[in-house]
């Protein structure tokens, strides 16, 4: 989707393409096309607040890298209990260079701080994504 197809209450302003590029590269071009393919009255205000701050504000920073970043939203989203996120934040961790070990070690911790039932659903929820994406483990 080029910018001139987004939904036309998305202001495509220099935060939201930075936000975009980078949203790009973790997610995926697929994801995120399919994402912004959805956006309808209701979705846009929300799409344009997460593209352009979230991922045009904070991931575009240097002080972290986007693996980094990536290792601290599978910790945060694990304690948080947001499973749907996690599944789409592993994917992103992958493409980020986070190994499948990385992760076991980030969901153990994670059960000293969270609590066992937090972090046995972000095992559960890494393992069904390596299963659908043939990732060994």
Excluded at 80 to 91: A, Q
Excluded at 92 to 120: D, K, R, S, W
Aim: with cysteine; proline share 3%.
């Amino acid at each position: 989707m080029n910018l001139e197809n987004l939904h036309p209450a998305i202001n495509p302003n220099e935060g939201f393409k930075a936000g975009l590029a980078v949203r790009r590269q973790v997610l995926g071009d697929d994801y995120v096309e399919a994402s912004l393919s959805k956006v309808d009255d209701f979705m846009a205000p929300l799409q344009q607040f997460i593209t352009e701050h979230a991922w045009g504000a904070v991931w575009t920073r240097e002080g972290l890298s986007l693996k980094t970043r990536s290792m601290l939203n599978l910790a945060i989203l694990t304690a948080i209990n947001r499973s749907h996120e996690l599944k789409l934040h592993i994917r992103g961790a992958i493409n980020n260079g986070v190994t499948v070990q990385e992760m076991q070690e980030i969901f153990l911790h994670c059960a000293v701080y969270c609590g066992a039932p937090a972090a046995l659903d972000a095992f559960k929820t890494a393992q069904q994504i390596f299963e659908e994406d043939g990732i060994k483990t």
